[in-house]
């Protein structure tokens, strides 16, 4: 047996290791994690206070259409606190606007960001400050929710007797790379979190998400609050944590058709929001960030290499591997379809994982340049130090 052959072997059963352990994934989370828009909770006896706020900056383009999905919901006891980031666009008028000509919808004005805090984090932290109500949901500037969608939200929270809901949205892709990205970053990201055990107070799983945190009040005064979140750049995993760490029940459902939100409007966009991923999953480590850039998509890959490693005559390939390498190709497959199917997405750009993993790949190594040259991540306008980053560090995912 060659080196090459060896290590084609081990590659092999690795990759096998890892898209079995995904798929294993998917199906749990298809099985346990429920689909809000088919949930029929009973209505509460009493609508408990719901305050929503969202944290803004720059965010003229999408704000409004957002806001307006907002304000016409039939919540009967509803609260908008938009919280005004530092914009240096239209998007402080807006807000004004809409309080306007609602009385339902308040404004915060951040004029400075205080030391050592994420301006998201800020913002979030003085728009809770701002109300008193049962319930608070944080979520974004770009989200767009369904008619009946906070009815709907709310119900299946009391009715769970969860005091912290995170919602997955609709995610709306403009082109069909970025559809393919999206479908890929699901699938690894319920998987690595392990969504489906996220409900059972006896697993340390976790989740949170930007777009829709639903929190009972009660459930984060017993926490730290945002002060313990102030660096972290996951915040919106890192709030899941923090509720279900001191001693709250989280629960994740799937939002689709009552939810939506574009993930980035563009690839350059994309390219932007990735560069956080330096301090999001990197942990601000260079080598971590490599190991992720090596190792990731060499198994994301192998459903594709091994099969050619398979066809490749010997002393090239390795006939011997053709098992594997249906059993590969079908477990991706498998993989790719489950995960389409439960976010309710086409399967075929699923099917373009070689660009998705190149994109994907290069979005991770300029993320990797750009903190190393910058010493740190530039988020909001502001310079963050990788020191400063890592010493307030909450969410480690694996």
Not at 300 to 307: D, F, M, N, W
Request: net charge positive; glycine share 8%.
């Amino acid at each position: 047996m060659t080196i090459a052959y060896a290590l084609l072997s081990v590659y092999a059963f690795a990759g096998l290791v890892y898209w079995l352990w995904t798929l294993a994934g998917v199906i749990r989370v298809v099985r346990r994690v429920p689909v809000l828009a088919h949930a029929t909770p009973a209505p509460p006896s009493r609508w408990p206070k719901l305050a929503v706020v969202i944290a803004a900056r720059d965010e003229a383009d999408t704000l409004e259409p957002a806001l307006r999905s907002l304000r016409e919901q039939d919540y009967p006891n509803l609260q908008v606190v938009l919280v005004d980031d530092r914009s240096t666009d239209g998007t402080a008028a807006i807000a004004d606007a809409a309080a306007a000509s609602d009385r339902r919808v308040e404004v915060v004005h951040v004029r400075e960001l205080p030391e050592g805090w994420l301006g998201k984090v800020y913002a979030l932290a003085q728009g809770a400050e701002r109300v008193e109500s049962e319930w608070l949901l944080f979520t974004d500037a770009d989200v767009h929710f369904a008619p009946g969608a906070l009815r709907k939200a709310v119900a299946f929270a009391e009715a769970r007797g969860v005091d912290h809901l995170a919602a997955a949205p609709d995610l709306v892709a403009p082109n069909v790379l970025i559809e393919a990205m999206i479908q890929a970053f699901l699938r690894v990201f319920v998987v690595v979190l392990r969504l489906w055990a996220v409900e059972d107070p006896h697993s340390r799983a976790f989740a949170g998400v930007g777009a829709f945190n639903l929190v009972r009040r009660s459930a984060l005064e017993h926490t730290p609050g945002f002060q313990w979140l102030r660096l972290e750049v996951a915040d919106d995993v890192g709030l899941g944590l923090m509720v279900k760490r001191h001693g709250g029940r989280s629960a994740l459902a799937n939002a689709r058709a009552l939810i939506r939100v574009a993930w980035y409007p563009s690839f350059a966009d994309a390219a932007r929001g990735t560069e956080k991923a330096f301090a999001s999953v990197g942990y601000c480590s260079v080598p971590r960030m490599l190991l992720m850039a090596g190792a990731g998509p060499l198994l994301e890959l192998a459903p594709l290499l091994v099969p050619v490693a398979a066809w490749l005559p010997f002393p090239y390939g390795v006939p011997g591997l053709w098992p594997a390498a249906v059993a590969l190709l079908a477990a991706a497959v498998a993989s790719m379809a489950v995960v389409s199917r439960w976010s309710r997405r086409r399967i075929l750009p699923a099917m373009l994982l070689p660009g998705a993993v190149v994109v994907g790949t290069y979005l991770l190594l300029r993320a990797t340049w750009l903190g190393w040259r910058r010493g740190g991540i530039v988020w909001r306008g502001t310079l963050y130090p990788s020191r400063l980053l890592r010493g307030n560090l909450r969410v480690r995912i694996p």
